[in-house]
């Protein structure tokens, strides 16, 4: 017994330079690959995922193969021309990582931008305008699917849902109101789910979590705004808008500055939020995160990201998570 306590004596400070050094590893910052495969939509759910990060000590590599208003079957449509012919320009539309000695940004195919790295996550989307239709997502995401995980064996991919548009939006000339597109969304996300055995990412979701409260409730229209009378520096009151809304821009014909309404992409709250959906499925921790762009105040930061955690922790993709942590 002595002998064995002494032996133990003698080890006991190599063991604590283990543990020590274990725990070291332990708190190093997991770095985390992530290509998204989608549109404009993707971007704003991407557009602060790089500050979140850094500002909690995290490491994250993000390559984005995205196209403004594309659909799947349009990403589809390129990587079958690429496979065709592999000097066909028509199968190499994304731009590629810069080149530090030419400042350039070579073209890249999606068969390419899977090899680029040996990524831990792939998202695909539908575009906007479609992502109610649960028909529209096939045959193309299948064989997107297919393709990924020919070309990216190791990744997981993942479904972004995404958002319904606001309120005043043109869609709901078809869809009667935003709660029946956000339904629709759901369902249509669900059923990519089930199909091919792929979590998704509830943006949509966080979106309108978000909206059931004052906070980020919009009310529309304005009564004190008259869009016939109103001049280049003259918005209505968009308070609680999660999306762009009314703009001030230039007419391509007339040159002239016009009124017009995006009410389909993110402002900073929106991208905020978005971000906040993504860093807590793919990081965790969200509360920990500090950073905050100018455009909110620290209070609407922290509600938002309370938001996105609330709503991935009640997400299948939230419930997958906590059963492997």
């Not at 390559?63 to 021309?81: D, F, I």
């Amino acid at each position: 017994m002595k002998q064995k306590f002494l032996i133990i004596r003698r080890l006991a400070p190599a063991m604590a330079v283990l543990l020590l050094a274990t725990a070291a590893w332990a708190a190093e910052p997991a770095e985390i690959k992530l290509l998204t495969v989608g549109n404009s939509f993707a971007d704003n759910s991407t557009r602060y995922l790089e500050d979140f990060a850094k500002s909690a000590g995290r490491k994250l590599r993000l390559y984005k193969a995205n196209l403004g208003a594309h659909s799947l079957q349009m990403h589809v449509g390129y990587l079958r021309a690429y496979d065709a012919n592999p000097e066909d320009p028509k199968g190499s539309p994304y731009t590629g990582v810069a080149n530090p000695a030419t400042d350039s940004k070579p073209k890249l195919s999606l068969r390419k931008a899977l090899e680029l790295e040996k990524w831990d996550y792939v998202t695909i989307q539908q575009v906007s305008t479609l992502s109610y239709q649960s028909a529209s997502f096939e045959p193309w995401a299948s064989e997107l699917i297919g393709y990924i995980h020919r070309y990216a064996p190791t990744a997981k991919v993942l479904g972004l849902e995404t958002w319904t548009h606001r309120e005043d939006s043109w869609m709901y000339q078809k869809l009667t109101t935003m709660e029946r597109m956000h339904a629709a969304i759901q369902k249509a996300y669900a059923e990519l789910s089930a199909r091919h055995g792929i979590e998704i990412l509830p943006v949509g979701d966080a979106f309108q979590a978000a909206r059931g409260t004052p906070e980020w409730k919009f009310q529309y229209p304005d009564p004190n705004f008259d869009r016939a009378t109103a001049k280049p520096d003259q918005l209505p009151e968009q308070k609680g808008s999660l999306n762009v809304g009314w703009k001030w821009e230039k007419d391509a014909t007339t040159k002239e500055m016009k009124l017009v309404n995006d009410p389909a992409h993110c402002n900073a709250a929106g991208q905020y939020l978005a971000t906040a959906v993504l860093y807590e499925a793919l990081f965790g921790g969200v509360d920990k995160v500090t950073f905050c762009p100018p455009q909110l105040t620290a209070e609407q930061a922290a509600s938002l990201r309370e938001i996105a955690r609330q709503t991935v922790a009640n997400s299948p993709i939230g419930k997958s998570i906590a059963s492997r942590r």
